[in-house]
């Protein structure tokens, strides 16, 4: 089956920040750093990261829209971001026992954590982890 794009759809502009211009820019750098780690490159800018949260909450706050703010960490598995995450008070939401386990070693407080129901994490594991056996939370939540 051939998959066709219609050409009648807007073209998506990415966004590009300053400290990816400056690297994609800087050829020994980059020569470097593949020769170090090879290809491909997963790399993080972790005050982009930072700012990415501080714009979502002016928004959330300019509209006064009550929020809580999650990183998903099934988008990546860099242990920096998890606890860049903490740093910035936000919580993050796992999707196996293995990540639920990992923020929580990063010292996330179990209230700043979720699951996504389509997990490998079980109900009675998830309320041991947190503090709350799944049978107290049937009867009392």
């Not at 400056?22 to 982009?48: A, C, R, V």
């Not at 990261?49 to 002016?58: A, G, P, S």
Request: charged share 25%; proline share 4%; glycine share 4%.
């Amino acid at each position: 089956m051939k998959t066709t794009i219609s050409k009648n759809l807007p073209r998506l502009t990415p966004i590009v920040s300053n400290w990816m211009i400056q690297l994609m820019e800087d050829k020994k750098l980059l020569g470097t750093l593949f020769e170090t780690y090879g290809s491909p490159l997963n790399i993080h800018y972790l005050p982009e990261f930072d700012r990415n949260i501080q714009t979502f909450r002016e928004v959330f706050e300019k509209h006064k829209i009550r929020h809580q703010l999650f990183y998903a960490r099934k988008a990546n598995k860099n242990q920096s971001v998890v606890k860049r995450a903490k740093e910035n008070g936000i919580g993050v939401d796992t999707a196996s026992f293995r990540e639920l386990r990992q923020a929580l070693d990063a010292g996330l407080e179990a209230e700043k954590l979720v699951k996504i129901y389509a997990t490998a994490v079980n109900d009675y594991d998830w309320g041991m982890v947190r503090g709350k056996p799944y049978l107290y939370r049937l009867l009392f939540t």
